[in-house]
């Protein structure tokens, strides 16, 4: 079946920038989202990216995808202690009403 | 104006007690899902409906039981209650030509 990894863990000073990174198995992906998770709250959708794309910008956020490889990153320019959370990699084959495939998250920790 | 509510954000109870968790939507999308997160923040889709119609059934056992009265609605009950059921329980909704889901803040099961 579909299976999404991301590595669990991230730890980043403020001011550098953060590169969470996930790998996907479904090659027929079409969408792939970035969704935050900050404690006790819901998910946020950060950013997505279609499978034609290979990157998309929108202001500190640089999403990067190799389809090839089926990896996706996001990056997340000059990190501030407000961007601690847990960012989930998310794919699916399309958007009308099939669920999203998670990874397990990556837990981003940003000291000062 | 909240956009995915879920009630009760917190509930504590006891081994095989049945209990419910309400989910609503005012966004006007068509499709409504239950998302499990557990302690290790692992998100899984649990059910999906559309347009009060079941879409989705991941292999969840039959003591968890949704109910989606009209599409803006989508409940879940889940019978005989035990430990391993303890976890957030998520719901979201997606408009059908976007993709993106919206989620709700969670509710916290806890099983004793």
């Known amino acids: 079946g579909e299976d999404v990894e991301q590595s669990l863990f991230l730890s980043v000073r403020e001011g550098d920038s953060s590169v969470i990174n996930c790998t996907y198995t479904?090659?027929?992906?079409?969408?792939l989202y970035w969704y935050k998770q900050e404690p006790g709250a819901g998910l946020q959708l950060l950013t997505y990216i279609f499978s034609n794309m290979d990157m998309k910008q929108d202001q500190r956020l640089t999403v990067l995808l190799n389809k090839k490889d089926k990896h996706l990153s996001l990056r997340i320019a000059d990190t501030q202690t407000g961007d601690s959370a847990i960012y989930f990699c998310a794919e699916t084959e399309d958007q009308a009403g099939t669920a999203l495939i998670f990874g397990k998250g990556t837990t981003l920790s940003v000291s000062s | 104006d909240t956009a995915v509510s879920q009630t009760p954000k917190y509930l504590v109870t006891q081994m095989g007690n049945d209990k419910s968790i309400k989910c609503e939507q005012n966004l006007g999308h068509d499709t409504m899902y239950w998302y499990k997160q557990d302690s290790k923040k692992f998100l899984k889709i649990m059910f999906s409906?559309?347009?009060?119609?079941?879409?989705i059934n991941e292999t969840v056992p039959n003591r968890f039981s949704p109910k989606s009265p009209d599409k803006a609605h989508l409940n879940l009950h889940i019978n005989s209650l035990e430990l391993g059921d303890s976890a957030v329980y998520f719901c979201a909704s997606s408009h059908r030509n976007t993709g993106e889901l919206f989620f709700g803040e969670g509710s916290r099961l806890t099983v004793l």
């Open positions: 479904d090659s027929s992906s079409t969408y």
């Open positions: 409906y559309n347009n009060k119609e079941l879409i």
